[in-house]
């Protein structure tokens, strides 16, 4: 009888080579990878393919997701300004679902009954893949091999690589768990977890350590259209290629780290080491363009919704219909968000230096003190009258009285 199959989301590492080799010999499926290009580290494409049929693989697909990944879930992420407890901007949690859709894509042209990962069971990402993969198809069944089987430490799965004819790194294993793509860098584990341990420099390859950062400042203009970034000093780009550019020169400005303590799904507070230099210049752009665009009202509630944004795609709802209502209110919001907005990099800073807006509602002559002053200072007199007439009266009837609501 032909065997069933699998498709892995594949990275070429020790726990995915185990992770495809057992799904062959513990669940006697056949398997096909799927190694997702998404700005990541990696030590070379056809190499992990090469690893991947190694071990056994029936295929290994690579798929170039970065300008999928940019134009459909940067894009999103960046219209709404998300960032999970107001500190991290997603990275992992914005590749899982793109992921997802191409394991989901490659099991239906296939003919695949299964889908697995190689996540464990006490993170948020095996929340993320399968969240988005039951979204998308409910009738595909999930194997989390890490989950089922017994082995816990790395030279447990070592000793089964080698049982079970599966090439073994000869690498000493890295002393961080580490997610990466154009957004950024994810860095836990290891010293990290004491949360009193400072980063070890080490830990940080896409920012420079402050004391090596240039000390001339790096002044450069971004153009936004519609929310999305368009150009770098005037010249035109991809958003891919925009964050490409930015990476090279926030990073080397030092910009970009993170050191928090979040709140995982599962009710684990855990230590995590971020470094996103192009997302959060992004964002911080985008932002004081907004500040200029936005009606007051509208960008007070986008304020509200922002965060809930982001806990909405922290929590692998990705293809919900909450998440999907947001992104037409977020994408509603960016229709006029089109201007310069000009920043500076100095020494792990990043200081907003200028923005300018066709859509700006920014009114100078309402803003001035000078002469050319246009607001009518004794309309004032009539708002503040009546803004306050609800304490006014608040405050006449209490006046005497025992005070239970108030000072
Ligand atoms: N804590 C972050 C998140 O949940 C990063 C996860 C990184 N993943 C990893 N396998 N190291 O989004």
């Not at 940067?74 to 709404?80: D, H, N, Q, V, Y």
């Not at 219909?321 to 100095?346: E, S, W, Y």
């Amino acid at each position: 009888m032909a065997k069933d199959t699998c498709v892995l989301a594949y990275s070429g590492g020790l726990d995915t080579s185990v992770c495809l080799r057992w799904l062959m010999d513990e669940k006697g499926l056949d398997v096909i990878c799927v190694v997702g290009e998404v700005g990541q580290e990696h030590e070379g494409l056809e190499e992990i393919r090469e690893r991947a049929l190694a071990v056994g693989a029936k295929d290994c697909i690579i798929a170039d997701m970065r300008e999928d990944f940019a134009n459909n879930y940067l894009s999103k992420a960046l219209a709404a300004n998300a960032m999970f407890e107001n500190k991290y901007p997603l990275l992992s949690a914005l590749s899982r679902p793109l992921i997802s859709k191409y394991l989901v894509d490659v099991a239906h042209a296939n003919g695949a009954k299964y889908v697995a990962h190689g996540c464990t069971g006490k993170g948020n990402d095996q929340v993320r893949f399968e969240t988005s993969i039951r979204a998308l198809d409910p009738t595909l069944e999930i194997i989390a091999p890490v989950r089922e089987w017994h082995m816990h430490t790395r030279d447990e799965e070592m000793e089964w690589a080698k049982a079970h004819g599966v090439p073994v790194p000869t690498t000493k294993k890295k002393p961080y768990s580490i997610d990466d793509n154009m957004w950024g860098r994810a860095i836990e584990c290891g010293v990290l977890e004491n949360p009193m341990n400072r980063p070890p420099l080490d830990i940080y390859t896409m920012t420079r350590d402050i004391a090596d950062t240039p000390d001339e400042a790096r002044e450069l203009t971004i153009t936004f259209k519609g929310g999305m970034p368009v150009a770098i000093d005037g010249q035109e780009m991809s958003m891919h290629e925009v964050i490409v550019e930015l990476n090279k020169i926030a990073g080397e400005h030092g910009y970009g780290r993170i050191d928090m303590i979040e709140n995982r799904m599962v009710g684990v507070k855990s230590r995590e080491c971020y470094e996103c230099p192009a997302g959060l210049a992004l964002i911080a752009a985008h932002r004081a363009l907004e500040d200029m665009c936005l009606e007051r009202e509208v960008l007070r509630y986008k304020l509200h919704m922002e965060h809930d944004w982001a806990i909405n795609v922290y929590n692998g709802q990705w293809f919900s219909p909450l998440k999907h209502a947001m992104d037409t209110f977020m994408a509603t919001t960016q229709q006029c968000v089109t201007g310069n907005v000009r920043i500076k990099f100095h020494k792990g800073n990043l200081i907003v230096t200028g923005r300018e807006s066709d859509y700006s509602l920014y009114d100078y002559g309402l803003a001035t003190y000078d002469a050319a002053d246009t607001f009518d200072h004794k309309a004032a007199k009539g708002f503040i009258d009546l803004y306050s007439l609800s304490l006014r009266t608040w405050a006449a009837n209490r006046a005497g009285k025992e005070a239970t609501d108030g000072e």
